[in-house]
């Protein structure tokens, strides 16, 4: 009798109809909050730095105290070149990387200890704090550990290639003339005796060095090319755009390698996702035919494989370009350069730090200029998101 | 051999293949009973057929195990494959007889667990010796899997695949090679005007003769077959068999089956391995139709399996 009065209390069907829909209507609310707050922070930027969008925005760069003159133009450039260079650096590293952790499993115990202690590392390096790779990227790339020595003021790198050194002095014709550099580190040469230079159209001229109780010259082409003995030249540097020095110090260069660690394990990760999406039934077709390992990855694996990690690899790029924080420890709060970005060992704004300093910038202006430049950055954010997206299914496409 | 070609009933010409022959086809293998059975099914019983005693060697297998694991999967096996004949496999699930398959060309190196002792040997050489270059020995020994696996690429690129690993051939040898290997594997017709397109597009028989053109461009001696049909329609399976049957006058061919009609069909040996271990070997039409055990029997009527 029991059971059948237990199982005549039956529930009412209304209360618990009413349940489900209040219940549904809670997990609607929730839901929409974070699309509400989304929205009103579009909007909130939108409408604090649409106004400020202009041509002159995107190539000007940072003017202090001008806001109408300041612009993202420097930091657009900072922002690629340092994204690029984390891309080249990143990619060939983290595929290498995944086809290790998927196709060579090692057989013997110690290589199968290795591997899971790379496995497990790669995994937890995942979501280490970008900031932790700022102080790193310091370490290895700004100073690298001090093995090369530390670059002082005033005083050329210990290692460098690309660069060459001119003093360059002015005659008594007001005409600068240049000669190379036989130390690249005095800064100063005093001019004992006469020597070959160049002249300010860059034609070869022997320099004139008389004593300075001699009468100086009259004709003028005499003139432009002849000093007083003791006449002091200050040294000079050209750097070709592939100017390169050791250490990195804080450099676009220190920058990008520093944001290819940051991502290194995403795109490693993404990198393994796609190669054990492979059929392995095409490895076993190409290891049939009697490939080895490394035709079966090249000519089979990682085609099949490349559209899932060029996926994995933009994503992990749309992150890096938005880092500020590594960038910060890098390079610097850089805001502005005098000279646009002429090698990698050349520091660079980017727009991240460049959004950072704006905000908290004394004039308020800034802080429109700031939202307009996060624009910028959402911009190409959607649009490296869309070329991934893009690549995506152009693969499945061919793949289909 | 030759002539045996000639004596195939019309219903296995490739090239005048209708459903309506395969209903009368398919009827007649259905009624697996070996005693009603017909001798002119088995190949091996149609006159000019050689009798595989008298054929040389081209595989001979001796006291081999294999072990997966700890699991011990194959003892004691003795087997010799003949030349230029066709040796089907058959046996229940997880009897060994696909990993006996995969031993000899060396496919079971990619599992690290797998095990073996004992000795194949192909001619004079010793497939399981560490020295062995694998990649020679698949050349030598091709292999066609259960689904068929081309690549993602032109149906030219997939034959030319094997060829470009081992050859240094001009573009027009290649061309030769591809049209030599396509047109043994009866597909040229099909394809001969979509070389360059993607071989995805094929039917699923399609694609598994592209794979066995795949497995010749490279010039095997051995083609092994992993169930070949077991993913095809009863029309691409017969002509799979058909190209089965023409190519073992070149190849010595080992089809692993789990369809007792299939290895009566196509085979001129058959091996019967139950739980790991050989209980039968011998031709086709006395294996199904005279087999010496009970398991065998029980087996082939279709009582287990």
């Given at each position: ?68 003159q300041?612009?993202v ?12 260079i ?11 990387t ?93 001019i004992?005796?006469s ?42 540097a050209t750097?070709?755009?592939?100017y ?41 077709a ?16 990682l ?36 000279n ?13 730090v ?10 308020p ?36 | ?20 022959d ?84 060396r ?39 259960q ?36 047109r ?122």
């Amino acid at each position: 009798m029991a059971i059948s009065n237990t199982l005549n209390r039956t529930r009412s069907v209304g209360s618990r109809k009413s349940f489900d829909r209040g219940f549904q209507i809670i997990c609607l609310l929730v839901a929409s909050l974070a699309i509400v707050i989304l929205v009103m922070l579009v909007t909130a930027i939108l409408f604090k730095g649409g106004g400020w969008l202009s041509w002159g925005f995107l190539v000007n760069s940072h003017r202090e105290n001008l806001p109408e003159q300041s612009g993202v133009g420097q930091a657009i450039i900072g922002s690629l070149v340092v994204c690029l260079i984390c891309g080249l650096a990143a990619m060939p590293i983290g595929i290498a990387t995944a086809v290790f952790l998927e196709e060579y499993q090692p057989l013997s115990r110690l290589g199968r200890l290795l591997h899971g202690f790379i496995q497990l590392n790669v995994s937890n390096l995942a979501g280490v704090p970008s900031i932790v790779y700022g102080i790193l990227g310091v370490t290895a790339f700004v100073y690298m550990f001090g093995w090369f020595g530390q670059i002082q003021a005033n005083k050329p790198p210990p290692v460098e290639m690309g660069a060459s050194y001119f003093y360059q002095t002015k005659t008594l014709g007001k005409k600068w003339v240049q000669f190379p550099a036989s130390d690249r580190t005095k800064q100063v040469f005093v001019i004992e005796s006469s020597l070959s230079a160049f002249n300010e159209s860059g034609q070869p001229i022997e320099l004139n060095v008389i004593d300075r109780s001699a009468t100086a010259p009259t004709e003028p082409e005499l003139r432009d090319r002849t000093v007083y003995a003791g006449a002091t030249a200050s040294i000079l540097a050209t750097k070709r755009p592939w100017y390169f020095h050791l250490p990195f110090s804080k450099s676009v260069l220190s920058a990008g390698l520093t944001l290819a660690l940051v991502i290194l394990p995403i795109v490693i990760i993404a990198a393994q996702e796609a190669i054990r999406a492979v059929p392995s039934s095409l490895r076993e077709a190409a290891y049939g035919l009697g490939a080895n390992k490394w035709q079966v990855v090249s000519t089979t694996v990682l085609p099949s494989a490349l559209p899932g990690i060029m996926t994995g690899a933009i994503l992990a790029m749309s992150r890096a370009i938005g880092e500020a924080a590594p960038l910060l420890a890098v390079m610097g709060g850089v805001i502005s350069t005098t000279n646009s970005l002429g090698n990698l060992m050349d520091k660079s704004p980017v727009l991240p730090v460049t959004i950072y300093r704006w905000a908290q910038d004394e004039n308020p202006a800034f802080e429109n200029l700031a939202a307009a430049a996060i624009i910028v950055l959402l911009v190409f954010l959607l649009l490296m998101n869309s070329i991934a997206i893009l690549v995506r299914n152009r693969a499945e496409r061919k793949y289909a | 051999m030759h002539e045996t070609v000639v004596q195939r009933p019309a219903r296995r010409s490739s090239t005048s293949f209708t459903t309506g022959d395969f209903v009368s086809d398919s009827e007649m293998v259905l009624s697996s009973n070996p005693a009603v059975r017909r001798p002119q099914e088995f190949k091996a019983a149609r006159p000019g057929r050689p009798n595989p005693s008298e054929l040389p060697v081209a595989i001979s297998i001796a006291d081999f195990n294999a072990y997966y694991g700890d699991f011990q999967a194959l003892h004691q096996i003795n087997i010799r494959i003949p030349q230029n004949h066709v040796t089907a496999f058959i046996g229940p699930s997880g009897c060994g007889k696909s990993t006996l398959l995969r031993w000899i060309n060396r496919m079971n190196d990619i599992i690290p667990t797998a095990q073996s002792s004992g000795s194949i040997r192909l001619g004079e050489t010793e497939v399981l010796s560490k020295s062995t270059d694998v990649v020679g020995l698949r050349r030598h020994i091709g292999i066609v899997f259960q689904k068929p696996n081309p690549f993602p690429k032109s149906i030219y690129d997939n034959v030319a695949f094997g060829p470009r690993l081992h050859f240094k051939a001009s573009s027009s040898q290649l061309d030769q090679l591809v049209e030599w290997s396509l047109r043994k594997a009866a597909l040229w017709d099909e394809v001969k005007d979509r070389l360059h397109k993607s071989a995805l597009g094929l039917s699923g028989g399609q694609q598994q003769r592209l794979c066995i053109a795949r497995a010749i461009a490279v010039g095997p001696k051995i083609l092994l077959m992993d169930e070949p049909c077991s993913a095809l329609d009863p029309a691409s399976t017969a002509r799979v068999e058909d190209l089965i049957f023409e190519l073992s006058e070149q190849y010595s061919i080992v089809i692993v089956t789990h369809n007792m009609q299939q290895a009566s069909r196509c085979s001129d040996s058959t091996v019967f391995f139950y739980e790991g271990r050989v209980v039968e070997h011998g031709p086709t039409i006395q294996v199904f139709t005279r087999p010496t055990h009970k398991q065998t029997e029980d087996y082939v009527t279709g009582k287990f399996g």
